[in-house]
Structure formats: C-alpha cells, structure tokens
C-alpha cells in the first residue's frame, strides 16, 4: 500500500497530465455538467424498456476505476463524492472511492470546475453528515489505465454516513430514510440517462455504518421493481462486504456436469467377459 506522501506526489503527476493532456476534454465535460437538486433524481422518468427485459448483475473485489475499462455500452460509475470539497482530500495523498477514481482520470479538475456550482452550495446542508440527494452528473469523463483511453460518465453523488449521523443525533429513521432516498435517486439518475452499464460501490455498507444486508435490499428491490431500466450493474465492493454481495449478485455459473459411472445391466453376461475388449471404448483418465 503506498503511502500517503507517495499517493500525493501521484496525484500531483496525474493532475499534471490531465491538465496539460486533456484540458479540451475536462472543460467539455464541466460544461455539460447536470445538477440534480435535492429530490429532483427521484421523480425522473424512467426509459421504456422491451417486455421481458432484465437487469444482470456481477460482483467484483477490483476499483471501479479499473471495472470502468472492461465494462460494456454507454458506462455509469457512481462516485460517492465528498459533499463540499471536490475530490476529498485527493491532492493530500487520501485513500478512497472518490479519490480512488481521480487517481485514473481527469475527474479531479472536472470537480473543481464545478466547486462553485456544486460543492460550495453544499455548505450548511450537511445534516449531521447524512448529506442530501443533491447529485452531480458528469458526461465523459476520460479514464487513462496503461495508455487505455475509456470515457465514461460520473455520477456524483454522496454516501450518508450512518455512523456519524447516529453520533449527532439523527435517529435509525432518519438514516435509513436517507439510504433508502440515496439509492432511489442514484438508480433513476442513471438510468435516465441511457446508462446501460452502471458501476457502483457498496454504497452506505462499510465504513459508512449501513449493514451489507440492508444495501443490498435496496439495491435488490429497485432491480425487482425495474428490470431493465439499467441493463448490467456491476458492483466493485471491498473484500469485507464482498460475501454477501457476492450472494446476492453475483453471476450465475453453470453447473459442473455430473459423470455416473456405468453400472451393469440384467443383460450382462460375465461369462462372455473378452479381456481383448479393455482397449476399445474406454477412456483411460489419470
């Protein structure tokens, strides 16, 4: 695991390259930008979809940064964005989700041309660090791993923080209401926007406080109540929750084909046993 001090002069050497690389493609992408007010993500249409379409699921231990590069169609990873600084602590050496996705993209510079838009107004709305549904979407943003270019859109969106909210006096509703709200409007977000691929975290499960069971209820009901509104959602999860993820979403694998050992009929005459015949139509296995 690198260190803090090695992760920041990381940081710097990215952001010098997306600045001097992809200037052109960040300012495009800040200029595109889509607030989502608070609730505003919950009340959008969802697309039509085929009768007898259905939303697959994967479960992977790896980053959604590096999920972004195999993934297929038009791509949505969420970020669980830090509320009122852009990129967290990126450019400090932190260690996250968010800033996990910067270390790979130009997504850092494209969150501080919308600091003015976005996080700054965030401020006063923290709600004992439960947040609001106040979303951030972000088209093509450009992901760089090993000279691979891939774009793909960012949806902006932060984590309620469970743990913290239950220590500045929120109650269980209150939370849980507002995991519920989150999850609700990340969905619809993505899906109205066409997206046919969404890549998300475990998010609220973890660090944040959420149970993994409760999460993946809510993400299990949507998917229920909405098949095919999003048509691949891959799930990037840390190994500590990646059990149950796995168990709920994880792909389906054919089952090992099961060998019987041919047994002998009333037919069978041992006394017409011709041990010449072993070499034909027997496979020998070691």
């Known amino acids: 695991m690198p260190t803090r001090d090695e992760r920041k002069a990381a940081a710097a050497s990215n952001l010098a390259l997306m600045?001097?690389?992809f200037s052109k493609d960040t300012q495009e992408t800040i200029d595109a930008a889509i607030i989502y007010e608070d609730g505003e993500g919950r009340e959008l249409e969802l697309p039509e979809v085929e009768e007898g379409a259905a939303t697959t699921t994967?479960?992977?231990?790896?980053?959604?940064?590096?999920?972004?590069h195999s993934a297929k169609g038009k791509t949505v990873?969420?970020?669980?964005c830090s509320f009122m600084r852009p990129g967290?602590?990126?450019?400090d050496g932190a260690f996250g989700p968010e800033q996990i996705?910067?270390?790979?993209?130009?997504?850092y510079p494209v969150l501080c041309g919308c600091k003015s838009t976005y996080h700054a107004a965030n401020r006063g709305f923290a709600s004992g660090q439960l947040y609001t549904d106040r979303a951030l979407y972000l088209p093509q943003v450009t992901f760089v791993h090993d000279g691979d270019i891939r774009r793909a859109d960012v949806l902006a969106i932060p984590e309620p923080n469970r743990a913290h909210a239950l220590e500045n006096h929120r109650s269980e509703r209150e939370v849980e209401t507002a995991?519920?709200?989150?999850?609700e409007a990340l969905l619809r977000i993505a899906a109205a926007n066409g997206a046919?691929?969404?890549i998300v975290g475990a998010f609220g499960a973890g660090p944040q406080g959420f149970d993994a069971e409760v999460v993946i209820e809510l993400f299990r009901s949507w998917i229920a109540t909405h098949p095919g509104a999003i048509g691949h959602i891959t799930f990037a999860v840390p190994?500590?929750?990646l059990a149950p993820f796995e168990d709920a979403f994880g792909e389906e694998r054919e089952p090992e084909p099961v060998v019987v050992a041919p047994t002998e009929t009333e037919e069978d005459d041992e006394d017409d046993f011709d041990p010449n015949d072993l070499s034909e139509g027997i496979t020998f296995r070691s």
Do not use: I, M, Q
Request: hydrophobic fraction near 45%; aromatic fraction near 4%.
């Open 19 to 21: 600045r001097g690389a």
């Open 58 to 68: 994967s479960v992977t231990s790896d980053f959604a940064v590096k999920a972004v």
């Open 77 to 80: 990873v969420v970020d669980p």
């Open 88 to 91: 967290g602590a990126y450019e």
């Open 101 to 107: 996705l910067c270390s790979e993209s130009n997504l």
């Open 179 to 183: 995991l519920r709200a989150r999850v």
């Open 196 to 198: 046919e691929t969404l």
């Open 239 to 241: 190994r500590a929750v």
